[in-house]
């Protein structure tokens, strides 16, 4: 039986090593190589990620994709610009994987490509975005008064009050997910900060 061309790879493109510890300079090499070409395809792990929300309602009016789609839609069309309207775009990616703490999920992915305010908003859009109902589940609405000390607390206040909190409009005509495709791979092409920046650079 012949295997996938993915997985034909012979010993010879292979690091030799057991142990991290015996790791040489050729192995290195040869895996750099294989991550350079890895990380080049991430905008499109994310994008196939973010099409697992098309469909899944959880109750709310639209589906967690239509939310995604009309968040980063408002954002755009309010002038952002597009580190933001990815972080929009992206903000709740992870509730398939991080469901107790979806916007640190989402905040990781994007912290190489974005400003610390909007990595700052991402990460933390959760706390604020709970203003508008945790008190309807016997939560304290106002947990977001924690950050109140953070110079990026307008910021994200702003950001669920206009763009947010708003996206459950089943009659908004949000832009299709092509539409966001190219500010993905535009924002996602080289880090801005990542402990491999010296490495991607050679």
């Known amino acids: 039986m012949n295997k996938p061309e993915n997985l034909t790879h012979s010993i010879e493109e292979r690091a030799k ?3 991290m510890k ?3 300079q050729e192995d ?3 895996i750099g190589a294989e991550y350079m070409a890895f990380a080049k395809d991430l905008p499109d792990r994310v994008l196939e990620h973010l099409r697992l929300l098309d469909g899944d309602f959880g109750g709310f009016p639209v589906c967690r994709l239509e939310h995604s789609l009309q968040t980063a839609t408002r954002a755009h069309r309010d002038g952002r610009d597009e580190q933001y309207v990815v972080m929009a775009l992206l903000h709740d990616i992870g509730d ?3 469901s107790y703490n979806h916007p640190e999920v989402a905040a990781a992915i994007i912290k190489p490509f974005v400003t610390e305010e909007i990595h ?3 990460q933390n859009h959760g ?3 709970g203003y508008y109902y945790f008190h309807h589940l016997g939560m304290d609405r106002n947990i977001r008064d924690k950050f109140a000390e953070s110079p990026h607390f307008a910021a994200c206040a702003e950001f669920c009050e206009k763009y947010d909190q708003a996206a459950f409009d089943p009659d908004y005509e949000s832009e299709p997910l092509e539409f966001f495709e190219p500010m993905v791979r535009r924002v996602m092409a080289k880090p801005l900060a990542s402990m491999y920046a010296k490495a991607l650079e050679e």
């Open 28 to 30: 290195w090499a040869i």
């Open 96 to 98: 398939t994987l991080g």
């Open 22 to 24: 015996e790791g040489t």
């Open 120 to 122: 700052w908003i991402c």
């Open 127 to 129: 706390a604020f975005q």
């Open 17 to 19: 090593f057991r142990e």
